[in-house]
């Protein structure tokens, strides 16, 4: 099954030359740097992290500039260059990234995202505004999906998002991945699989939007009974402190041991569970003198939750800040 192109334009590595006498039409270089956003979209997808995605893109941009002038003009698509190289070091960060979350303390969850209009006051409204601002918010960057993107081999993963969500031919995948188009046709096959295992059947916005809401509801109330009611039997939860705060170090599974959970969680008079937009899904941010100190994503289907991921982790709740 294969998902939309997201970000503006289709990115192709070798797009056909433009007006009717098909003259070249080689970007200036504004338009260089203006491929950042469609790069900020590309990495946060493959790797699941804003501030990762920021340093594959500053690493990427670096290496253009650092280019010799005469090279730089010698790329015929500067676009397809950044691509491929924003690819390549996403490909390498992935492969690190499974080393070092090994170590990570407790369980790792993407970075949630919140929707533009929903930033906390305070943040800037200029053209340097954080990336999130940047990044389309659709499907493939639901937390749902972008758990199972995290059960992928860095190969898959990279050949998927590349080929299934971004509609780059197989030819072009394998130039970034290093492997022939018949491998990349492969792995994202694989890949293909493991998405249409694990996806169930989207409920309306609507109504997702309302379970939440009573969720909400229930959890302020300590309603064990009212929370089981709107939790699938299998339901599990997660929660991502990095070691930095107080989470839970495995997930909570179970519709009875996660009301129970999040009913003994003590809300201290001054925090405010608010319903919010968590990666362009209805979700819920906790709110105390005006720092958001958690963000919760839901899976749901069939107007049960199947999963809820909380992240709590600080370092990850950065463009839920005011600056």
């Known amino acids: 099954m294969t998902t939309a ?29 203006g491929e950042r956003r469609r790069l900020i979209n590309l990495a946060y997808r493959m790797l699941g ?10 690493e990427t941009y670096a290496r253009w500039y650092a280019l010799p002038r005469s090279q730089r003009e010698a790329v015929a698509s500067p676009g397809g260059w950044l691509t491929k190289v924003a690819g390549r070091v ?5 492969r690190s990234a499974r080393v070092r979350r090994e170590r990570y303390v407790g369980e790792w969850v993407p970075e949630p995202l919140p929707a533009r209009a929903e930033w906390p006051a305070g943040a800037a409204d200029d053209g340097t505004a954080d990336p999130a601002d940047r990044v389309t918010l659709d499907e493939s960057v639901g937390m749902a999906f972008l758990v199972v993107l995290e059960s992928m081999t860095p190969a898959e993963r990279v050949a998927f998002v590349l080929h299934d969500v971004f509609r780059y031919p197989f030819g072009e995948v394998a130039d970034i991945v290093g492997r022939t188009p018949a491998a990349c046709r492969q792995l994202a096959s694989s890949a293909r699989r493991r998405v249409g295992a694990s996806r169930a059947p989207l409920s309306p916005t609507a109504q997702r939007a309302r379970v939440v809401r ?19 039997p299998g339901a599990v939860a997660v929660g991502d402190g990095g070691g930095l705060v107080t989470a839970a170090l495995r997930p ?30 209805p979700g819920l941010a906790a709110h105390l003198d005006g720092a958001v100190l958690s963000v919760y994503a839901f899976d749901i289907a069939d107007g049960r939750i199947r999963r809820i991921w909380a992240v709590l982790n600080p370092e990850k709740l950065r463009p839920w800040k005011p600056r």
């Not at 804003?50 to 500053?58: F, G, I, K, N």
């Not at 996403?90 to 992935?94: E, I, M, N, S, T």
């Not at 179970?254 to 809300?267: K, Y």
């Open 252 to 281: 909570i599974e179970g519709a009875g041991a996660v009301a129970r959970f999040f009913a003994a969680r003590t809300l201290p008079g001054r925090l405010a569970i608010r319903e919010c937009t968590v990666n362009g899904q």
């Open 90 to 94: 996403c490909l390498d960060v992935l």
């Open 49 to 58: 992290s804003l501030a990762e995605a920021e340093d594959v893109v500053q």
């Open 214 to 232: 009573e969720f909400k509801q229930a959890w302020e109330a300590k309603d064990i009974r009212a929370l089981i009611g709107l939790l699938d």
């Open 5 to 33: 192109s997201t970000a503006p334009g289709d990115g192709r590595l070798d797009p056909s030359p433009g007006g009717a006498s098909g003259e070249d039409r080689r970007p200036v270089p504004d338009e260089v740097t």
